[in-house]
């Protein structure tokens, strides 16, 4: 259906721009026999443009997550892309803006999720991609700008829009029975977490290497190289520890404290947060903004930490089972994993629904799972969680649903956010019908078959 289609090709644009960035990167490097790079612009919006290897790498990308290959998909990505860049025109044109701060901050997030993804040391993605770390996040900086813009308008157009159960029914009424999707095997998967908290004689360590690590610096070895060597920050390798400029708010209250303490270039004696042990340079302030790096050793959890972390879940595991405590409550009350927390501790789709495909989570919970019976409470089990931190959790294992195809008793969530998106679709339509008539729009005619402009 053309409606499971156009809310499939969002969600794609929406949640993939990583590894779409990266694709882009590297199609934009393939070149023909006599050595020139292969590319053209296929739209042009304004001064915004979409060139072939965007649609095509988006494509590739789109198929590789088990999409149709079809021209009308192609058509309704290559549609997306052009509609992003009308988005992006016309918020020059209503002077909608994204501050930098919010751009800088999410091209870090999304550097640190490109070498982290890519297992890649940055010498090796700089040789793969034939750029170094600098340029690719110059271009990704740009994509996420217009992201980010696009986004705004996005929201903007369709703030107001509302999705009734009525709606929802007629929705899922108007899809054929034979064009239903079929799902997979889903499962209601709970869990409480409690992270391992380091005895104060690990802290006391990690305090002591770190003071050496400063005394270094302070006798004129590099902040960065030694942030590259020792720190614990996942994100090190894409920044040497510099943080970039953030404001008030944007870091947890002992970072931020620490940050306004100091004056520019002095470096911290070691301090605790959430995250563990850090020192910190103050590179520069600006009123509420300020720039720093930091080293952040998380110490190492004995044997006796991740007893205690054990022992408090097993207690709280009994509690459950002899029903004095409801496992949702525990949940929201005693985890540590905020991701769940705020859901009574359940696995979510990406719509928000507590079904969950086998095919889509951890692959260490479908473990667990495996040895447990519908109904059960695992035990303490210890784990890292995706941040790097030890952590111990119980698993409850609600319920499990059989393969089927799509109805509203099973999937009322899906189908909601399906319809939803539907409704968003045609509100966006009319937009981009309306709109264009302010901005150049030039489509290459070999596209024609598309339609797009009809």
Same mark, same amino acid.
């Given at each position: 259906?053309?409606?499971?289609?156009?809310?499939?090709?969002?969600?794609?644009?929406?949640?993939?721009?990583?590894?779409?960035?990266?694709?882009?990167?590297?199609?934009?490097?393939?070149?023909?026999?006599?050595?020139?790079?292969?590319?053209?612009?296929? /739209?042009?919006?304004? %001064?915004?443009?979409?060139?072939?290897? &965007? #649609? +095509?790498?988006? *494509?590739?990308?789109? !198929?590789?997550?088990?999409?149709?290959?079809?021209?009308?998909?192609?058509?309704?990505?290559?549609?997306?892309?052009?509609?992003?860049?009308?988005?992006?025109?016309?918020?020059?044109?209503?002077?909608?803006?994204?501050?930098?701060?919010?751009?800088?901050?999410?091209?870090?997030?999304?550097?640190? /999720?490109?070498?982290? %993804?890519?297992?890649?040391?940055?010498? &090796? #993605? +700089?040789?793969? *991609?034939?750029?170094? !770390?600098?340029?690719?996040?110059?271009?990704?900086?740009?994509?996420?700008?217009?992201?980010?813009?696009?986004?705004?308008?996005?929201?903007?157009?369709?703030?107001?829009?509302?999705?009734?159960?009525?709606?929802?029914?007629?929705?899922?009424?108007?899809?054929?029975?034979?064009?239903?999707?079929?799902?997979?095997?889903?499962?209601?998967?709970?869990?409480?977490?409690?992270?391992?908290?380091?005895?104060?004689?690990?802290?006391?360590?990690?305090?002591?290497?770190?003071?050496?690590?400063?005394?270094?610096?302070?006798?004129?070895?590099?902040?960065?190289?030694?942030?590259?060597?020792?720190?614990?920050?996942?994100?090190?390798?894409?920044?040497?520890?510099?943080?970039?400029?953030?404001?008030?708010?944007?870091?947890?209250?002992?970072?931020?404290?620490?940050?306004?303490?100091?004056?520019?270039?002095?470096?911290?004696?070691?301090?605790?947060?959430?995250?563990?042990?850090?020192?910190?340079?103050?590179?520069?302030?600006?009123?509420?903004?300020?720039?720093?790096?930091?080293?952040?050793?998380?110490?190492?959890?004995?044997?006796?930490?991740?007893?205690?972390?054990?022992?408090?879940?097993?207690?709280?595991?009994?509690?459950?089972?002899?029903?004095?405590?409801?496992?949702?409550?525990?949940?929201?009350?005693?985890?540590?994993?905020?991701?769940?927390?705020?859901?009574?501790?359940?696995?979510?789709?990406?719509?928000?629904?507590?079904?969950?495909?086998?095919?889509?989570?951890?692959?260490?919970?479908?473990?667990?799972?495996?040895?447990?019976?519908?109904?059960?409470?695992?035990?303490?089990?210890?784990?890292?969680?995706?941040?790097?931190?030890?952590?111990?959790?119980?698993?409850?294992?609600?319920?499990?649903?059989?393969?089927?195809?799509?109805?509203?008793?099973?999937?009322?969530?899906?189908?909601?956010?399906?319809?939803?998106?539907?409704?968003?679709?045609?509100?966006?339509?009319?937009?981009?019908?309306?709109?264009?008539?302010?901005?150049?729009?030039?489509?290459?005619?070999?596209?024609?078959?598309?339609?797009?402009?009809?």
């Amino acid at each position: 259906m053309k409606m499971l289609l156009n809310e499939r090709i969002s969600r794609f644009l929406t949640v993939s721009i990583v590894s779409l960035s990266m694709a882009i990167a590297a199609h934009a490097q393939e070149k023909d026999k006599t050595g020139f790079v292969v590319d053209k612009i296929i /739209a042009k919006v304004d %001064n915004y443009i979409v060139i072939k290897s &965007e #649609l +095509e790498s988006a *494509y590739q990308a789109y !198929l590789a997550e088990g999409n149709p290959n079809s021209d009308e998909s192609k058509c309704q990505l290559f549609n997306r892309l052009i509609m992003n860049k009308l988005m992006v025109a016309k918020a020059e044109i209503d002077s909608v803006i994204v501050t930098d701060l919010e751009v800088d901050q999410n091209t870090t997030q999304r550097m640190n /999720a490109i070498l982290q %993804n890519s297992g890649n040391s940055p010498e &090796e #993605l +700089e040789r793969r *991609y034939g750029k170094s !770390l600098e340029q690719i996040r110059v271009e990704l900086r740009d994509q996420i700008r217009e992201q980010l813009l696009a986004r705004e308008m996005t929201g903007r157009i369709t703030k107001d829009i509302k999705i009734t159960p009525a709606e929802v029914k007629r929705f899922f009424n108007k899809i054929p029975k034979d064009s239903l999707p079929f799902y997979s095997s889903d499962v209601e998967i709970g869990q409480i977490v409690k992270n391992v908290k380091i005895s104060n004689s690990q802290k006391e360590e990690a305090k002591r290497r770190l003071s050496e690590i400063r005394d270094r610096i302070l006798s004129g070895e590099d902040f960065n190289t030694l942030a590259e060597k020792y720190s614990e920050d996942p994100s090190v390798k894409a920044n040497g520890g510099e943080m970039g400029f953030v404001g008030r708010g944007q870091m947890v209250p002992q970072f931020e404290a620490m940050a306004f303490k100091l004056r520019k270039g002095e470096i911290s004696q070691p301090f605790e947060t959430s995250f563990g042990i850090h020192i910190m340079q103050l590179i520069d302030r600006r009123g509420n903004e300020y720039n720093s790096r930091h080293i952040l050793l998380q110490g190492i959890p004995s044997s006796e930490d991740v007893k205690r972390a054990e022992n408090y879940l097993d207690s709280l595991r009994t509690r459950i089972l002899s029903d004095s405590i409801k496992f949702e409550y525990a949940a929201k009350e005693y985890s540590d994993d905020m991701g769940t927390k705020g859901h009574g501790g359940y696995f979510t789709d990406p719509d928000g629904g507590i079904h969950v495909s086998l095919r889509e989570i951890d692959p260490v919970v479908y473990l667990a799972l495996d040895t447990m019976k519908v109904g059960q409470i695992s035990k303490p089990l210890t784990y890292r969680t995706e941040d790097g931190k030890d952590a111990v959790r119980v698993l409850y294992f609600k319920a499990k649903i059989p393969p089927h195809q799509a109805n509203l008793k099973d999937d009322w969530h899906r189908i909601q956010s399906a319809a939803l998106a539907e409704k968003k679709d045609k509100v966006i339509g009319k937009w981009f019908n309306k709109s264009r008539q302010d901005v150049f729009i030039n489509i290459d005619p070999s596209y024609n078959y598309c339609k797009i402009l009809e």
